[in-house]
């Protein structure tokens, strides 16, 4: 129960909706007092899009200023879009957003269809795979390391690198945690800047290219900045895609008429992409921190505290979604929040969608009787995000 919730338990990363609707219940706009965790606790839609909105709400990098030991790791956090304010976000995002339009993301398809194809004919044979490492992350990963232009060969390392990072935006971590994302941080940037003195020295039709172009034309783009948006990218572009991907076949597998219903009107795909994100957000948690004194529906939230809003939770207000606990994959409209809102608004969200409509169309269209060997889905314990360890399944 509330009184008692802690980031620790299991039971919260598991399903962490009771918990939502018990904070909702008490107060969308919830002040915890738990002293490790103080802040205030963003429970409602209309809550949430208002505060997302105002740009007194600033993004702001999880490791704190004073924190000499990890300098690095803050610098690198400083220079990324995500964790910056108006004047510096505006200028890095309108760099980058040119390269991210629909049409040019569109031209990744025929190297998606081509990816998942290929990993659907390696497990075809058996009948069995672990949705998440046989299919999901060497999809994102083969894209995202072709957008960007680095060795996919590379991919064990992106998800080394993932998955150590991740935590370093954990708000609960212990210093241990933040101490081995710094040391991640520092290969990252190794790898990156060896990549970037091979590029200016041979420019390629890739990312990294374009983004070097971009910092040799007028100095529009800074060195730690060029680093920054590489490894934003990288880690963007896995994490949640993988999640989303997972979660999304997990979802029809627990509910069989709705994926025999896919199955028989495939017209539905996109709706269902929407309702699986709106479902079970595979980023669950953002944060932001008040620059001044700001009131929201009459509560004063003070100059420099944090504000934690849970995207999954507000996508599952009954006040804005009816039966908000169900999964309906016609269901329209489908104003989620899964991608944020306003102006850190996903930068990748066209990429993300197109990708997980291929991996789940085209699976639908090569295997029949999809189950999941453990009914019960194992998620890891990461504060932010919806994150299955492991999804195996048998199909015909
Ligand atoms: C921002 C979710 C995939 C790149 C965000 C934000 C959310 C989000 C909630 C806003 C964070 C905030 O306001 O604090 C997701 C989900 C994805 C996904 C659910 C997949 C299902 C991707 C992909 C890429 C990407 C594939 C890139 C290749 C970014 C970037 C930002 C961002 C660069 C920062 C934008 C800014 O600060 O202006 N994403 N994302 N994302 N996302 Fe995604």
Redo the contacts with the bound molecule.
């Keep these: 129960n509330i009184q008692s919730f802690s980031f620790n338990i299991s039971e919260f990363f598991q399903n962490p909706y009771p918990f939502y609707e018990e904070m909702r219940s008490i107060n969308p706009i919830y002040k915890s007092t738990l002293l490790k965790y103080q802040g205030w606790y963003i429970t409602g839609y209309e809550e949430t899009v208002k505060i997302?909105k105002d740009s007194r709400f600033h993004?702001r990098p999880p490791i704190p200023a004073f924190s000499r030991n990890y300098a690095n790791v803050r610098r690198i956090q400083e220079n990324?879009?995500?964790?910056?304010n108006p004047q510096h976000?505006r200028q890095?995002?309108s760099l980058?957003t040119k390269f991210?339009t629909p049409n040019i993301i569109n031209e990744c398809r025929p190297f998606i269809e081509k990816t998942v194809d290929e990993l659907i004919d390696q497990v075809i044979c058996r009948g069995t795979m672990d949705v998440v490492s046989d299919f999901a992350f060497p999809l994102?990963s083969s894209?995202?390391a072709k957008?960007l232009g680095v060795p996919a060969k590379d991919y064990p390392l992106f998800k080394q690198w993932t998955a150590t990072f991740i935590q370093s935006i954990d708000f609960t971590r212990s210093p241990k945690t933040l101490g081995n994302s710094r040391k991640v941080t520092e290969e990252i940037i190794a790898y990156f800047k060896k990549i970037i003195r091979a590029r200016e020295q041979e420019p390629k039709e890739d990312l990294i290219s374009k983004l070097i172009g971009e910092k040799q034309r007028e100095e529009k783009l800074s060195y730690d900045e060029l680093i920054a948006?590489c490894v934003?990218?990288l880690i963007?572009?896995?994490e949640?895609?993988v999640?989303?991907i997972s979660s999304s076949i997990f979802l029809l597998i627990q509910n069989p008429r709705q994926l025999e219903n896919l199955q028989d009107n495939p017209e539905f795909i996109t709706t269902a992409i929407e309702e699986f994100?709106r479902f079970e957000?595979?980023?669950q948690l953002?944060?932001?921190t008040a620059s001044e004194d700001i009131t929201v529906n009459e509560t004063v939230i003070q100059k420099g505290e944090q504000v934690y809003?849970f995207?999954g939770a507000a996508n599952r207000d009954s006040r804005k979604f009816q039966n908000p606990h169900q999964l309906d994959i016609a269901r329209n409209p489908n104003p989620h929040?899964?991608?944020?809102?306003?102006?850190?608004?996903?930068?990748?969200?066209s990429?993300?969608?197109l990708?997980?409509k291929i991996a789940i169309q085209r699976l639908l269209q090569k295997v029949r009787n999809l189950q999941a060997v453990d009914f019960n889905g194992h998620y890891r314990k990461i504060i932010g995000f919806k994150s299955l360890v492991e999804l195996n399944v048998t199909f015909d």
């Design positions: 997302l993004s990324m879009m995500l964790f910056t976000h890095l995002r980058v991210f994102a894209v995202i957008i948006t934003l990218l963007a572009g896995h949640t895609t999640n989303l994100l957000s595979p980023a953002i944060a932001r809003l995207l929040l899964a991608f944020g809102h306003s102006s850190h608004f996903c930068l990748g969200s990429l993300a969608r990708e997980a």
